[in-house]
């Protein structure tokens, strides 16, 4: 069981900048793939980013490279989401989700992830 919860969402500006968390607990494991998605009422659900925590390889969605990055702290507890240049089409509940079983080859932002956090509300505004 990979417990996962989301913070640092909220309200900011067109053009603005967020960082939000995803603090990953439980049983992590070594080669834990852990993703950011965000979802829209009504629309389907988008991979943002992904990483594998034990090399630190990341992966962002083609459209969002540059604007997003995903990163970990050192002791892999918490991966991060920054957010750059945000526009109204970015908003949307952000949620975090962990899989042990991936690998590096499976981790990305299309994997199936087992675990999935409750999320968290970015809204930008102009």
């Known amino acids: 069981q990979v417990d996962l919860v989301e913070s640092g969402g909220g309200s900011v500006q067109a053009g603005g900048s967020l960082r939000i968390s995803c603090a990953v607990s439980?049983?992590?494991?070594?080669?834990?793939?852990v993703g950011w998605f965000r979802q829209v009422p009504g629309e389907m659900r988008e991979g943002v980013a992904a990483i594998y925590q034990e090399s630190g390889t990341t992966y962002t969605a083609g459209d969002l490279k540059g604007r997003f990055t995903i990163s970990q702290d050192n002791a892999k507890s918490i991966v991060y989401l920054q957010m750059k240049s945000l526009t109204p089409d970015d908003t949307a509940m952000y949620t975090c989700?962990?899989?042990?079983?991936?690998?590096?080859?499976?981790?990305?932002?299309?994997?199936?992830?087992?675990?999935w956090g409750q999320g968290t509300q970015v809204t930008v505004s102009l």
């Open positions: 989700a962990a899989d042990p079983g991936l690998g590096l080859l499976g981790c990305g932002t299309t994997a199936k992830f087992r675990y």
């Open positions: 439980g049983d992590r494991g070594e080669d834990l793939c």
